[in-house]
């Protein structure tokens, strides 16, 4: 184990009291994967002020994304777990605590259907998930974690908390990632509100 500031050589250096990064983290910074440029590919000309564009926010989002399911892999890796993907955890988290409908699934996090039945079938076949028929309905399932499922996703989130400290060292960036997520809160709400107002139209 490494302190942060020698794991991590795009963060600045900090106190040895900061805490450690786990092995697997640690492997996947070794890459060289600096965090890009807050301007990369968006530069403006000269006396002219930059605008983000939407479709620079979505590219930045899918990297995200793609980063997000590396440091899953890496924590599933190093727990010796190999028996769902990255992608499966993140759908035991969109269930959570709840007791829910394959559909209610489906739509809560915004998954093809054949993606997310083939997902949800290895989940109860690794019993991560407990999949019952519905009482009202024999013909409608419902599914809820199991205690391995829960165990996984609180190990999972044990490990989001080391990681969520190189990007909240102080109050100021505390404010800076609150700041954020309800700025991309605020435009997934006015996407959804285009998508719905264009189809409303294309119906009339």
């Not at 988290?93 to 997310?116: K, P």
């Not at 079938?121 to 399932?141: C, F, G, P, Q």
């Amino acid at each position: 184990m490494q302190n942060i500031s020698n794991s991590l050589p795009w963060v600045v250096a900090q106190d040895e009291s900061d805490p450690l990064l786990p092995t697997a983290l640690q492997a996947l910074t070794r890459r060289g994967d600096a965090p890009a440029s807050p301007t990369e590919g968006s530069e403006a000309p000269q006396g002219e002020q930059a605008v983000i564009s939407h479709i620079e926010i979505v590219r930045v989002i899918e990297r995200l994304h793609r980063r997000s399911l590396d440091l899953v892999r890496a924590d599933l890796i190093e727990a010796g777990i190999d028996d769902l993907s990255p992608s499966q955890v993140m759908m035991l988290f969109t269930i959570g605590s709840s007791e829910l409908s394959v559909r209610d699934l489906i739509e809560r996090g915004y998954y093809l259907g054949s993606n997310a039945s083939y997902s949800l079938k290895r989940l109860v076949e690794a019993e991560y998930v407990i999949r019952t028929a519905s009482e009202r309905d024999r013909r409608s399932a419902r599914i809820r974690l199991s205690e391995k499922g829960r165990a996984l996703c609180d190990m999972i989130r044990q490990n989001d908390k080391t990681y969520q400290q190189l990007m909240a060292r102080n109050e100021a960036e505390v404010r800076n990632l609150e700041t954020t997520f309800r700025t991309l809160k605020r435009i997934e709400q006015t996407w959804s509100n285009a998508v719905r107002y264009r189809d409303m139209g294309s119906d009339e």
